[in-house]
């Protein structure tokens, strides 16, 4: 235990010395104590204190004295170490209290002895001092020992510069960081590849999405989860998908199924279409759908030679001529736009020239006598096949009505020259001299004139028309400044077109609720309000306002939604089919329209982005 001096009432400095006692007896004596003097103090940690028993320099005796309540309470239990040893030998201490300051290990291992002498061999134990007569590889059957043979016990090795060739060089490891991307190559390197090189990701491809749902793109190579109802329209209602069997033919519909078609779903075999041709080379029909390999000779004259094909650009128009050349066309050919010929009319309804070679859509009243009637839609599917015929309904084709595909007929036949099967339908370009045998003559090319109206007919001509024939200009038909002319149609200027007033229809711009009226005939009525509104088509079984025949076109040119509303008398014919007196339709969306038709006193005919 250490106890310190401390001297307060000498003259001196303060004077401080410790002494290292065994325990707190309550006499101990201390040396060079002689600067001290009676009432010094040698204090303990627990606060006790020895004093000075006299001013006596020859006595060294201190008296320990004690607090009035009995001095300073019991110490703290002190601590201890836990030695511990591993087997490398190293000593460490474990203290058994926190606070502890650590103790330095250190290793107590020894130097290893010697190695004890070694044992007597054990049974079928062969050692490097085991005696033997055997030379060479051994093998062992479990019981004895004996020479291996070669070439059965293991393979005679290979001869170096007699069984393989000695390398003069083996390649180094190659260190450039492996390409990206590039231009594909066997390369020519001298090194090789480590066996863990790894190729850099390649930046020119989209990075891998991990977004779920629909996606949306930042325009920079990056892909995200769309948000429903921000990035795209949230639908009202998602259809069930459908069980009902896919079917292969019948009339051609839209159809009406609330429920979708499954990606994997099947139609069966149309068994309407022709029948798979398993015959090969030239092919023959027998006019009931069936085919069969024609026979040289007998189905077809074999020509002594073919000629080639031309590499001439068709010609538009000009003098009808049967041609010259000795090149045939080829199956792809395609002859240039007639640029002499009307070009394609795009308008709907009645028509009027400009006299220059522009068609556009008449104004009825204006351009044309409106007629007392006109003929209704037709809501029959249009057919296919059957007996040419004028026809006798009384209604008309739409505009976008459309024929169900021909399946009595082959599919389209893409390839070009003669033509082989391949027996199950497949149909390419047969090979000289080993599909059919070379012709030993073929037709010449034809020297008359090609016709250019008449009576359809296929033709008894022996002969084949040459590449660059050219049929003469129909006469027959109305030149395009003619359109419009005849029946009082159409007013024109001197020189047979149509003025430019004629040429315009009028528009007339609504912003909020409108009853349509006179001024709104034959006009485009553009319905334009950030707000939703409504057109109204009044009533009027007198035709005093609409004559039979009006046509207006209505179109929502800005973002609020456009009603238009039948009153009550007036029946639209919807593009569904159904008939309904007083209907209201939308509009689908913005630069969207409807048309409608006046059919007779009630009813209006109403077409376009209907909703």
Known sequence: MTVQLKQENDSFNIYHQEFLIDSAADLITLESTYHCSQGDKAELPDGSFYKRHSDDFSGELWELARSSSGGGGSGEDGGYYIPSVDGNGDLTWTASKSGMPAVQGVNIKGTPGQDGEDGDPGPNEISTTTATNLTGLLKGNGTTVGAAVAGTD???????????????????????????????????????????????????????????????????????????????????????????????????????????????????????????????????GDGAGGITAATSGTDYALPSAIPNASSVTPAMDGVGSAGSATTYSRGDHVHPSDTSRQASITANGILKGDGAG?????????????????????????????????????????????HPTDTSRQPKITANGILK?????????????????????????????????????????????????????????????????????????????????????????VTGNT?????????????????????????????????????????????????????????????????????????????????????????????????
């Open 358 to 402: 522009g068609v556009s859509a008449a104004t009825a009243g204006t351009d044309y006598a409106i007629p007392s009637a006109i003929p209704s839609a037709s809501s029959d599917t249009p057919i296919v096949d059957g007996t040419a015929t004028p026809g006798s309904s009384s209604t008309y084709s739409r505009g976008d009505h459309v």
């Open 515 to 611: 009853t349509l009226g006179a001024t709104h005939v034959g006009v485009h009525v553009f319905a334009s309000s950030v707000s939703s509104f409504t057109v109204t088509i009044p009533a009027d079984s007198n035709n005093a306002l609409f004559p039979i025949g009006t046509q207006i076109i209505i179109w929502q040119t800005n973002f609020g939604a456009v009603t238009v509303k039948a009153a009550s008398g007036v029946v639209f014919k919807l593009p569904d089919g159904t008939d309904s007196n007083g209907a209201s339709v939308m509009i689908a969306q913005q630069n969207n329209n409807i048309a409608l038709l006046k059919q007779d006193a009630t009813h209006w005919l109403v077409s376009g982005a209907v909703s």
């Open 154 to 284: 293991y393979q005679t090795p290979l001869v170096a510069g007699t069984d393989y060739a000695i390398p003069g060089m083996i390649p180094s490891v190659g260190t450039a960081n492996p390409q990206m991307d590039g231009t594909a190559s066997a390369g020519s390197s001298s090194a090789y590849s480590r066996g863990d090189h790894v190729h850099p990701s390649d930046t020119s491809k989209q990075d891998k999405i991990v977004a779920s749902g629909i996606l949306k793109g930042d325009g920079v190579g990056g892909v995200s989860a769309a948000t429903a109802g921000t990035d795209y329209a949230l639908p009202s209602a998602v259809p069930s998908a459908s069980d009902s069997t896919p079917i292969v033919d019948g009339a051609a519909s839209a159809g009406s199924a609330t429920t979708y078609s499954r990606g994997d779903h099947i139609h069966p075999s149309d068994s309407s279409k022709q029948d798979k041709i398993t015959a090969n080379g030239i092919l023959k």
């Open 421 to 509: 099967g391949d027996g199950a339908g497949g149909v390419t370009a047969a090979t000289a001299g080993t599909d059919y045998a070379l012709p030993s003559a073929i037709p010449s090319a034809s020297s008359s004139t090609p016709a250019m109206d008449g009576v359809s007919s296929a033709g008894s001509g022996t002969s084949y028309a040459r590449a660059d024939h050219v049929h003469p200009t129909d006469t027959s038909r109305a030149a395009a400044a003619d359109i419009g002319a005849a029946n009082g149609m159409a007013s024109l200027d001197a020189n047979g077109r149509l003025t430019a007033a004629q040429a315009i229809a009028n528009i007339v711009t």
